[in-house]
């Protein structure tokens, strides 16, 4: 009799644990891949044996002639989107009825990550979309842009003083430092040289609060997003407590000195003050013509003022500010080496993109305009 309910127990593990989490897209008629490797690839993925995109291509690859194919999170179903009309469809047309993402962590557990507007769910998305939103309008843009230009000179200078010929550039290590230093100038509201002071706190901190590689970080995130409630009755976090409290310091003298001595600067903390004291507002165009596949108009969700939210904590404005780390610390940097290899790899491409540029920089007498920017046709395409 034992040994009956010791093998009934096994099977009950094995179908309620192991295989009906991955049944969920099979019950939809949705193509999705065996069971078995669903396991090996999520084995792989926790081990670090396979980078997410490769993991990701495995399951976009298992459906071929389909609109979509069926994968998981884990544990959790996920729907990967193939047809390019039906992607449309749903982030562009539709996107209002998919606003909420989905949650890793708690507000609870992380406040700089749970109040964060890629975090936030249903009204409270839909106001703090429209408290934004008003922040990156072509004028704001083009007040911030003079502070992305002083970053490329100085970033220009570092490997012109080198005084040599020929220069060995990591592109990776070259490009996440510019990065930092775009977004402490134009979210945080502060001066970085991250080629020359290598060990800046301001990139030490960014790097970190950015960094989810390592064996342990990755079973503490699985661990926080399988069994959420006991993650929280354990006190454990993704962010090392030097790296919040860094930020909320950072936030918090920043707004209060300009505060107490009248500065004001046209960046993100600026505009994230303006937002709490209710003075943001959209404004009509300016005639800029925000064109091109890299730019899309905003929606009207982002324009109802009646959503403005007043009350914005310090947190709040820390949340908002952290996000430009997370949106583009790695995935700037990374985008930039995907264009100078391909650029590398392709001189013709080059050369074009070469007199486009310095066709511009010669009607602009050599100092690029956010106009100027936004009307290079091929550099658009580059990018995109």
């Known amino acids: 009799m ?21 049944k969920y897209w099979d019950y939809k008629a949705v193509p999705q891949p065996n069971i078995l490797r669903l396991w090996v690839e999520n084995v792989r993925q926790i081990l670090q044996l396979a980078s997410q995109a490769d993991i990701l291509t495995s399951f976009y690859n298992s459906s071929q002639g389909s609109r979509y194919a069926g994968s998981y999170q ?53 106001d703090m979309r429209a408290t934004l939103s008003p922040s990156f309008t072509s004028s704001k843009m083009r007040a911030m ?12 200078r570092y ?34 040289d991250s080629l020359k002071d290598r060990e800046n706190e301001f990139y030490i901190m960014g790097k970190e609060a950015t960094n989810f590689r390592g064996f342990w970080k990755n079973i503490k995130f ?74 899309i108009e905003e929606s009207n969700v982002g324009k109802e003022e009646k959503r403005q939210k007043k009350q914005l904590s310090d947190d709040d404005v820390t949340a ?12 700037v940097s990374t985008l930039m080496c995907f264009v100078v290899y391909e650029l590398a790899v392709n001189p013709d491409a080059q050369q074009k993109l070469r007199e486009e540029i310095d066709e511009t920089l010669k009607n602009c007498n050599g100092s690029l305009t956010y106009e100027a920017l936004l009307k290079m046709k091929y550099m658009d395409m580059v990018i995109s």
């Open 320 to 331: 908002q500010a952290l996000i430009f780390f997370f949106a583009g610390f790695e995935s």
């Open 2 to 22: 034992l040994w009956i309910l010791i093998t009934l127990g096994l099977v009950a593990f094995i179908y309620f644990i192991l295989i009906k989490p991955f």
């Open 222 to 295: 699985l661990f926080i997003f399988i069994c959420t409630p006991l993650s929280k009755l354990l006190g454990i976090k993704m962010f090392d407590t030097r790296v919040s409290e860094f930020f909320r310091r950072l936030v918090k003298t920043n707004m209060e000195s300009r505060e107490k001595n009248g500065i004001v600067r046209p960046d993100m903390i600026h505009l994230l003050m303006e937002a709490r004291k209710g003075r943001l507002r959209h404004e009509q165009s300016d005639g800029v013509i925000d064109t091109g596949f890299a730019v």
């Open 145 to 156: 842009f003079g502070f992305m230009i002083e970053c490329a000179e100085q970033f220009v």
């Open 159 to 192: 490997f012109q003083n080198g005084n040599t010929k020929t220069v060995t550039v990591e592109f990776k290590d070259a490009f996440t430092r510019y990065a930092n230093d775009v977004i402490a100038s134009t979210a945080f509201g502060i001066t970085c």
């Open 74 to 126: 884990f544990l959790t179903p996920a729907l990967i989107l193939k047809d390019p009309d039906l992607i449309k469809q749903i982030t562009v047309k539709d996107f209002d009825h998919f606003l909420d993402h989905n949650q890793f962590i708690s507000e609870e557990q992380e406040p700089l990550w749970g109040k964060n507007l890629f975090a936030l769910k249903g009204d409270r998305w839909k």
